[in-house]
């Protein structure tokens, strides 16, 4: 489906960039769930643009839940948020109807939808999408939190600058890692590295220019057992709802790409008895998956999130109606990284798609008692 | 759905390694399409063990449709396709039941199904489930070459060896390479590098261990404006396909990774004005994708292929039931890489996806007549 | 799933009887066409509550679109459309949280979601959520008739009073009939007959009591070879949106339950050719669908719509709380008879699922070129 | 989805008349259920055609497992049964590919897939079809079983013969007629009745003509709480089932189209507390369904099957073709009554709809813990 996605529990997408309201619909929630609307802004919160780092477009982003939520409860029926475009400059686009901008969906969109598309700003393959994504996300990670789920995302690597590594080899180093990530405003593990990280987004934004980079994702607490062999399995789950990210142009898990690097007595993680006397892997090249499957281990993963398409600097285009090249130098206001928001995205579709695995394999394990 | 994928064209998969049958139903079908038997048996024919290179146990692998095909062309309802397994050993498996191999789905299946998984050869998580795959992607395939699209893959690295890189300043000449990669067993563009990989598998073979790699796909011939925001991305449905496959620990389209290390400045693709009067980019660092949706520009992306975890060197694992320790020299008959038979599984795949796809775009595209 | 449906087009509904706003978004529309907004507004007005023969809960069911519209048209990405609560007393449901009102689903609702449901007015089970039906299946019916289908429903029967029949055996005849349902605020072909049902409304409502009846519905236009074997035939996809409706229990299609009295003999239609040279059915006992697909002949079921659960009457209940019971005398403001106003939904549910079926079919349909 | 349906269980149907072979794919079972292949032959039985009753094409509908089932145990992945065809007589068909029989779906099928259909023996449109159905509901009904749920149907009417009705006021006898039901070939409470009804089937045998009835189907044993508001009511998912069986023209629910004549005050079934202190009603109209979703009552229901269209008697049609009239005598074998074999499948159908219904409650009530 188009915009709508999950099986047990659903999102539903709608809105434009600078349309009236944009939102999201959840199905499925469980009934009863008293959601925490302090770590839910939070999570919006991580996602804003803000300072020298980001867009000069400041949304406010006010979450307002519409049904489904009844005495600060979930009732069990569809959750709807909206939120507000407020903050909009139509004008600032109305020349670029015809003007293709590169590295964005302009083309194809008039391809698709013949000129019907609203080109405001992206319109619908906006990032402003992910602001409900962020919300509905941030509901069921609580809900995973509750039942033992801990996830956290850094940016692994940006234009070269490689943050530090997760310490895998102690538990509450580790939780102490990602708790620090999840407090963050900007997500790096290193101080040092985070500084630098910022003063490359920075400097690229005095040059009219963008930048990339890699996140990396961890979630601990989730049992073994969750995924479904063939189509359901956690990473083709997990990949289909980060690259319907906009700017998701690579999904890994584990030791990812190395893989091509290693013999298979190197990659295989070999088993053993741990600490508490439950079965765990001595490495985790797998990523905390085999077979598709959560095999206890934390679930790793990276996403590389492309340079932002709208930068100032004049590139070569097109005219869409008049078939004339045209030099753009892309007004409105941008992002010089959009990485750091994307960390919130990418949580908030980690923890959908972890939960509507394991409403999946709850489903069928119901039976089995 | 666990084993059921698609929209408008679905696959059902089933089956297991050393069960009777392994199978597939594709539904969803134009009627009246007359399949090329041998086509489709060429397409088998690629994903075959041979010679050194591969496992021991060859399949004959005869694809037997016994739905949905009358006087040789698709009635438009299912078309089941049954594969026998013929050469089982499954005593080979037996002393495996609890000792659990190290990179495979063993543990997590024992987590999952408490026991009751067929877990003779890997069960259904098998490399043989792919044999049906094939065979559905290769019907698929025909109804896109029928329609103007085309299709290669090639291994792009394999264990630090390089391919040479497909030619896109020159359509003859990919063309050229794309059918080349077709009609051969070993998917390298370059002869010496092709032999120097093989070489390096048998190596491995020798070594009582195993390599993986890289596949870079291509697909010519997509009209633009396929693929559906947010969900249905072109990169999402791609992505949920080939991670479904055995092995598959990361996919990337277009510079993928890469764009983690360029300027935006750099990473959009410039628009032009092409020789015969269409719209297209200079460069294709976003592989032929924008916004989720195809650009008229090649497809192009990344499959990494882990080595296979069957190996026969020991390696450190766990007996399930007594948790004591074990040492795992693996017997059976094993591939010391799949990589060069995946390629035939990532083909099919792709050309189920985008067929799907092209499907659910035209659907709409018949009411805006 | 729970609150979506469709497959190349889709609903997602929202919202409860006395919450802030219901919605719906529909996704999947053909981009570019332009909405009769007063045509639309026609729609909800033949739904609406009015004189005696309604609630007195008199909403203006504003219908509010904010995405998926842009200048008079569709975009192609997801339409929401949201309407305000606002004649909402809730005060008046405060004292029925736990006096189970009986042939409501305030009983199955509390076992479902155990106290998190928002029981006010009946909550998401309320008639409230048509409204956004209403507008979709709108749209969805301008759609059909820029294709040639013309739809329309009567009210067959209201407590044993029987309405004219459709005259099937002239066209014209019969297209008068339809439009004149259409425009008509009470559904009944016969003015007689209408009168004397809307009578039967009134004094049901004086006896603070309610009636039920058989809506019928006709369908002209739609081209033969839409519907699905098995599972998506036009049977079955009507009948599943036809059974979500509050108070249907009841669907039949052509003769319906009467083809328990007939021989196979009188119930197959002979087959001949028409005046216009199409293969045509001499009778229409299978009410224009064969083996779940279309035979280009009307479209005819029925649809049972029983009295209103909310009496005035008292009537014997249980306290769900105290185990107790209660006689219940309900509050607030009801409809004597919803089967006028049920109309429309049952329009609009019938053109949604039509259109979703003639997608289906062209979606493949474009590879058999 | 065409030839699949469920949510978190499906089946996958595949098959023609006189293909080489039918089956279907069910996928999601709990993993470790020990199915019982004598209780899954008696629901066979109960479907297989024998003597003046039904078609003289006699199938052995030998049930064979491929997949999905280890050491007599379902394994959690894809659980594959195949049946032979092995009765047919092709020639009986060859004329009628042109020739149109009435009531059935070949001019339909024609319009739809262009003379691609194999119409021997209406191929993926025939009843031969619902055998896979019913050896999968076995196994559903089996797991329901498990968990304390009975069902059972039988003839409420035929040709004007009415049976006698189950008996509700008393737990002991209602589970003794359904007990009686099950084991019963022909499917009627009243063994006079019964008798009666086989006379005027075997009556319009010799007439070369065919009748229908009305199945009524009693499920008791399901929890209060299952189906979803607003697209998965209970009524929706089964009323989708049914409708896909072939014959099936109208499922009624409770009282069903009775409700027309009936007021509110008669049609609200009051509530009280039962003997066990459970909360129950006195009535059951709403066939123990309220808003979509079991109440705990007993879930009723009623479904009309239509006269047998293979006809012997001559009638009139027309050839495809050539567009002239023909008179047809279908030759080949057919039922005189279908009613009592189509039983067996509503059984089938009943089992798989609350099963998945029930796996659909139970994957949110997992985490509402």
């Known amino acids: 489906m188009k915009n709508t996605i999950g099986e047990n529990i659903q999102l539903t997408l709608f809105g434009e960039s600078h349309g009236e309201k944009i939102g999201v619909v959840i199905d499925g929630l469980p009934a009863g769930f008293e959601i925490d609307l302090e770590k839910l802004e939070w999570e919006m919160e991580k996602r804003k643009a803000k300072g020298l780092l980001s867009t000069k477009r400041h949304e406010a982003d006010q979450v307002h839940i ?15 948020i909206l939120i507000d475009n407020t903050n909009t400059r139509s004008q600032d686009y109305a020349q670029l109807k015809y003007r293709l901008r590169p590295g964005h969906a302009d083309f194809a969109a008039f391809e698709k939808y013949h000129g019907a598309q609203d080109y405001r700003g992206g319109g619908h393959f ?53 708790d620090a990530l999840n407090k963050a405003q900007f997500p790096a593990i290193d101080e040092k590295t ?13 040059d009219l220019d963008s930048v990339g980079g890699v996140l990396q994702t961890v979630v601990t607490g989730m049992p073994a057992g969750i995924g479904e062999p063939f189509f359901d399995s956690v990473e083709s789950d997990l990949s289909h709802l980060l690259f319907s990210i906009p700017a998701v142009k690579g999904v890994s898990f584990g030791a990812g790409f190395e893989f091509a690097n290693l013999y298979g007595s190197q990659a295989n993680d070999p088993i053993t008895i741990g600490p508490d006397g439950t079965i765990v892997t001595t490495t985790n090249n797998n990523g905390g998956i085999n077979g598709g499957i959560t095999n206890g ?73």
């Open 126 to 178: 906006s990032g402003r999408l992910t602001a409900p994504i962020v919300a509905a996300g941030a509901i069921c990670r609580q809900i995973l939190e509750a039942h033992g789920v801990s996830l956290a995302s850094h940016i692994q690597s940006l234009h070269g600058i490689e943050d530090a590594v997760f310490d895998f080899t102690n538990q509450s180093v580790l939780a102490g890692q990602m």
């Open 66 to 80: 519409v049904s489904g939520f009844f005495e600060g409860k979930t009732t069990g029926t569809p959750l709807t």
């Open 297 to 369: 281990m934390p679930i790793v993963f990276q996403t590389v999130i492309k340079p932002t398409a709208s930068i100032y600097k004049p590139q070569a285009s097109v005219n869409y109606q008049t078939k004339e090249p045209v030099e753009l130098a892309i007004k409105g206001r941008h992002d010089p990284a959009i990485i750091h928001r994307a960390r919130a995205v990418v949580d908030a579709m980690t923890a959908f798609g972890l939960l509507d695995l394991w409403m999946e394999h709850a489903a069928t394990m119901a039976f089995e008692k």
């Open 194 to 206: 985070s500084r630098l990280m910022q003063e490359t987004i920075e400097k690229a934004a005095m």
